[in-house]
Each structure stands twice: as structure tokens, then as C-alpha cells.
């Protein structure tokens, strides 16, 4: 049975009341959407076709209802996206592949997170079904199902060395299944709230994970012992990713920062939090004051570091930025529009970026348009 919160997926909420209220469920709002694209006047290498950051270079419109999550395989070719309409999608990158989109229906409910085995050839999704799911990604025969959460999961995240699976819920636990076998290994249980988000360190041999009750934990991914508590936010932490040298961890926070610190010992390397709104009004190279950060992502290269978040123009527009991961020099945002999930590309040229758009409030006749879709950008 689909667990009562779905029930207010149907509604107009705002983000700011969803992820306040429903403990870190993560679903967009339907806006009328203002679609401006903004980017920074800092130089670029020189390409054939160049283009400014945030252009985008193609729309996947597979999806009948919200994107909330996409996910770019480890080969390039493929982007999984997950939605409230109970699939998962597996289609091209590259649209000239001629691909035809695969569609997974083996959820009973909205699909929350996912992401690819290191072999770019399975997916893992979870579910508001509260159950973890491991099918092939290009026939789509079912591999395994995990069971064992008693509420939404919210994150899974496959170990870069190809062995386990860890997901997290709004039932506030971890869980650590072993992709071999299907069994469940240990059940990580240190969090007092919802765990939103999750990721592996480059060796597989911790595991960071981000809650609501403010904090980010990290556990010996072996034996699942907690190894210590970071607790520099003051809010909900929506979002981890960790720096591929495995030194830094990113998290984003309700609290409206995202923080960079060591992951061996938790010491705070900067805070994040943006420029001045008026600057960024007359000089969009200033950059912008964050509010709500939803999603952060490091990129693969480690220069950079990517969040979404709700910025001055309310709930009804959502702003990516970027800016250098070491020096926290701001150099784009764009994506002027209600953007929730983000994902680099494995060659850090492209984002994929899951956005949501309404009709609601269109004079009659208005044109109309797709709830939800994924866009591929530049980076």
C-alpha cells in the first residue's frame, strides 16, 4: 500500500513546505514556470559549436508526471530519470544514438532515486513503495528486490567497487545489501529523522548520509559502525556528494548553504552561501544568494561543485549554480526554472537536469505543456 504522504503529492505544496513538512520526501511544485537562462561572462575553452553555460542541448519528455531523480551511467551513453509516475526511464545521452527509451514498471508507487551499477548494464531504484529495485537497463528483466524498509526510500546509491547497494529512508535508517546474494548485510540505524540522501567514498569504504535531524554521519561501509557526526548544519541536509580524491565532502541544507569539510575529521573548509541578490541583478557574474538547497553534486574531475536551490524568485523558480569547488569562485548559474534533480555527465561537459512546468493559471486556449521533463545542458 502506497504510504499516506502520496496522497500529498497530488497537491500545489511548496517546495518549502514539502521539504519542511514530509521529512525530506523530495517531489516538485507545479508552477507556471519562468523560463529565463542565465550564465556567467567567464571564459570558456574554445569548442567547435560554442556554447554558454545552461544551453541546452536536448528535452527528454518520456515522463507523464515529476521528474525526481536522474542519473548519467558511468559510460556516458545512458541517463536514468525516476518519477511520481511509478517508472524509471533508461534513454540515450546523445540523442543521434537513436535509443529507444526503456521503460521499468516493476514500482507500485512514485519513484524517488536512482542510480547505475558501476558496468553502466543495472539500475537500482527506490521507491515511496518502500522497496529497493535492481533490474537490467536495457532489457529490463527484473534481478532482485529488496525489502526491509518501513517507510519512503528516499536515496540508493551502488558502491563504486560494484559489490553493495546502500539505501536510505524516511523510516531514518541505512541499509547495506550485497548486490551478489540479494541479503541484507547490516541495517545502519544512527539517525533520529529521515535519511535524504546518501553516497560512497571513492574506495567504498565509508558511507556519508544526510538527514533530516541536521546532520550528516559517516559509517565503516564493512561493519557499519559509526565513525563520527558532522554537525555543521542547522537545518534539514537534503544532500551529500563526496569529492572524487575522497578528501572533501559537499552537503546541502535547508539551512540555505552548502558546506565543504574534510571527511576524515569534519573540519569546515568554506561555506557556501552565495552573493548579493541585488549585485546579481545588475551583474549576473556576481552570482546569487541561495535559499532551500535541494541536490549537490561534485563533478567528476573534482573542480567543480553544482547544487540546485530555490533562490529570490520564490517557489516558482529554482536556479543551478556552479562555481570552483576549492576556491568557491562563483562562475554561472542558469536554469531559470523549477529544477529539482541534477547529474554531471561522467566528462563534466553536460548536466542533466530534471524541471517541472504547469499549465495551471494559463488563459484559456494557452498553450500547453509538459509537467515535467529532463533537460541536458551545457556545463
Not at 67 to 84: E, F, P, Q
Not at 148 to 161: K, M, Q, R
Not at 194 to 199: A, G, K, P, T
Not at 276 to 289: C, E, S, T
Request: overall charge neutral; hydrophobic content about 35%.
Amino acid at each position: 500500500m502506497v504510504p499516506k504522504q502520496t496522497d500529498a503529492l497530488m497537491g500545489c505544496l511548496s517546495r518549502r513546505d514539502v521539504l519542511r513538512g514530509l521529512a525530506g520526501l523530495m517531489i516538485t511544485v507545479s508552477l507556471e514556470g519562468c523560463a529565463q537562462s542565465l550564465s556567467s561572462s567567464s571564459t570558456t575553452v574554445p569548442v567547435p559549436t560554442p556554447r554558454p553555460r545552461g544551453s541546452v542541448f536536448y528535452t527528454y519528455r518520456g515522463h507523464s508526471s515529476r521528474v525526481t531523480t536522474v542519473a548519467w551511467s558511468s559510460n556516458g551513453k545512458y541517463i536514468a530519470s525516476g518519477s511520481l509516475d511509478q517508472t524509471v526511464q533508461v534513454w540515450a545521452a546523445n540523442p543521434g544514438d537513436h535509443f529507444h527509451p526503456f521503460i521499468y514498471r516493476g514500482h507500485t508507487a512514485g519513484v524517488q532515486a536512482v542510480d547505475w551499477s558501476p558496468e553502466s548494464n543495472r539500475v537500482v531504484s527506490g521507491s515511496i513503495d518502500k522497496t529497493v529495485q535492481v533490474w537490467d537497463a536495457i532489457t529490463g528483466e527484473h534481478v532482485a528486490i529488496y525489502q526491509g524498509h518501513t517507510n519512503i526510500v528516499n536515496t540508493v546509491a551502488w558502491s563504486p567497487d560494484g559489490k553493495y547497494i546502500a539505501s536510505g529512508s524516511a523510516d531514518g535508517t541505512v541499509r547495506i545489501w550485497e548486490v551478489a546474494t540479494g541479503e541484507q548485510k547490516y541495517v545502519y540505524r544512527g539517525h533520529l529523522a529521515s535519511v535524504n540522501s546518501l553516497v560512497w567514498s571513492p574506495d567504498s569504504q565509508r558511507i556519508a548520509s544526510g538527514s533530516s535531524d541536521k546532520t550528516v554521519q559517516i559509517l565503516d561501509a564493512t561493519t557499519g559502525n559509526h565513525r563520527y557526526t558532522y554537525r555543521g548544519h542547522t537545518d534539514m541536509v537534503s544532500s551529500v556528494s563526496w569529492s572524487p580524491d575522497g578528501k572533501l565532502i559537499a552537503s546541502g541544507s535547508s539551512d540555505k548553504t552548502v558546506q565543504v569539510w574534510d571527511a576524515a575529521t569534519g573540519a569546515v573548509v568554506y561555506t557556501y552561501r552565495g552573493y548579493n541578490v541585488q549585485a546579481a541583478q545588475v551583474n549576473p557574474a556576481k552570482g546569487v544568494l541561495p535559499d532551500l538547497i535541494f541536490a549537490v553534486a561534485w563533478s567528476h574531475n573534482g573542480k567543480r561543485i553544482a547544487a540546485v536551490t530555490q533562490v529570490y524568485c520564490g517557489d516558482i523558480c529554482a536556479v543551478v549554480l556552479s562555481w570552483d569547488a576549492y576556491t568557491e569562485h562563483n562562475f554561472s548559474f542558469y536554469v531559470d526554472q523549477p529544477a529539482f534533480a541534477i547529474a554531471w555527465s561522467p566528462d563534466d561537459t553536460r548536466l542533466a537536469i530534471s524541471i517541472v512546468v504547469s499549465t495551471q493559471g494559463l488563459p484559456a486556449g494557452g498553450a500547453p505543456q509538459d509537467g515535467s521533463f529532463v533537460q541536458i545542458a551545457q556545463a
